[in-house]
């Protein structure tokens, strides 16, 4: 049974910071693209920042130069550290795993994201 369980959401203030954790387990994270998404209220799910099998990065417009994704195949774990956050970034944010041999994908429940004051 694959099982994708974020963590590290909360109620941040604006300017401040979290960290996000994916922790996989059924399957080992080295054979996967692994991508954070988010998704707020009326809004489409969107992609915030992806990192390949092979190591490349990936990261929406909005969020370049103030979030990070990083990978420890190791622990089976991605992350995503997210700096200088604004009211705009409140979601819920999922974590997901593509295959990157054929079009099989697993996603995580989400972690609630909220920034304000």
């Known amino acids: 049974q694959v099982q994708l369980v974020e963590s590290g959401g909360g109620l941040v203030q604006p300017g401040g910071s979290l960290r996000l954790s994916c922790a996989a387990s059924?399957?080992?994270?080295?054979?996967?693209?692994m991508g954070w998404y988010r998704q707020a209220p009326g809004k489409e799910r969107e992609l915030v920042a992806a990192?390949?099998?092979?190591?490349?990065?990936n990261y929406a417009d909005s969020i370049k130069g103030r979030f990070t994704i990083s990978r420890d195949n190791a622990k089976n774990t991605v992350y995503l550290q997210m700096n200088s956050l604004k009211p705009e970034d409140s979601a819920v944010y999922y974590c997901?795993?593509?295959?990157?041999?054929?079009?099989?994908?697993?996603w995580g429940q989400g972690t609630q994201v909220t920034v304000s004051s």
């Open positions: 997901e795993a593509e295959y990157k041999w054929r079009a099989i994908d697993y």
């Open positions: 059924g399957i080992s994270i080295s054979n996967y693209h």
């Open positions: 990192a390949t099998a092979d190591g490349l990065t």
